[in-house]
């Protein structure tokens, strides 16, 4: 079997760069080498409603967000299946089985899951279905017999637990199901970027996110606002380089003619990390470079999103096709799960 690569995203809301540089880049890098058999890139709605339930209408709008973003950023419905979860009946009689093969000892543990329960301030009252979000991302995975799932650091333990579940399913049932691996950017700040508030995680929740969406306007405000070093007062002072926003930024965005086209002055990042750390450096001058090497990856994407939104109805005929070509392969494996499992009382 060739390769298989699955990834996908909650439709809360639009995407933010967090998502971009820890993800979407990397699928459109996947897309394009093209050394692949099947590509499935989804919007979990389904999911999303776990802890929407009594907001359907956010979830919904939001699929049309998202999908416009996965366009902008380059994903290639020729290439790719751009397919809506909830349009894919079968994923859900695929996390009914699965539920036996996990403990609720064991979702318990999922640091994913804790964080995520203690970020909404759920503590007892989790609703089940996010609880069990991991074994519902099993199915979403297993279902296509993905053997690659582009992610960020974040979604490691969610990944784990889906390898148990398929190793305890093959060792059951017989070899079924196909076990994924995580493939995480090259770039560590990437895989989990920071929020513009120096917060551990850019979280739409917490509101400290630069939106794909975002205007040039809203991107320099941000930018202008991000957290740096407390004690970097006044220009001449010494400043911290680690845990300071602003470079954990530029670690991620900067390229090899960022300085030649905005800081001539400076051969590369690391001369300018130099500077600030002996001080003589202001925050204004490396936001204001920042700001410039930000808006270099997003004026394009904001372009072909501002041109793609003049026509959703494109947008769904796009979801549409990659939704019935998802289910016609999920059918096929759960068609295989319901044998091994002697669930096929009329073959």
Known sequence: MGNIILTGDRP?????????????????????????????????DAQALTDNFDNPKKVKDNVLEVALDYLACGIDPNKVNIF?????SELT?????????????????????KEEIKLRGFEESIPAGFFTYPISQTADITAFKANIVPVGDDQLPMLEQAREIVRKFNSIYGDTLVEPNALLPENENARRLVGIDGNAKMSKSLGNCIYLKDSKEEVKKKVFSMYTDPNHIKVEDPGKVEGNVVFTYLDVFCKEDSFEKYLPEYKNLDELKDHYRRGGLGDMKIKRFLNDVIEDELAPIRKRR?????????????????????????QETLKEVKKAMMLNYFE
């Open 93 to 113: 009689e695929l996390t009914f089985y699965y539920m036996n093969l996990v403990t609720i000892s064991r979702l318990h543990r999922n640091p994913t899951v």
């Open 84 to 88: 809506i979860q909830s349009e894919v």
């Open 12 to 44: 809360t809301g639009p995407l933010h760069i967090g998502h971009y540089v820890g993800s979407l880049k990397n699928r459109v890098k996947l897309q394009n080498e093209g050394n692949y058999d099947e590509m499935y890139v989804f919007l979990a």
């Open 306 to 330: 501002e041109e793609l939104s003049k026509e959703p109805e494109k947008v769904y005929e796009i979801l549409k096709k990659g939704t019935l070509t998802a289910r016609k392969k999920a």
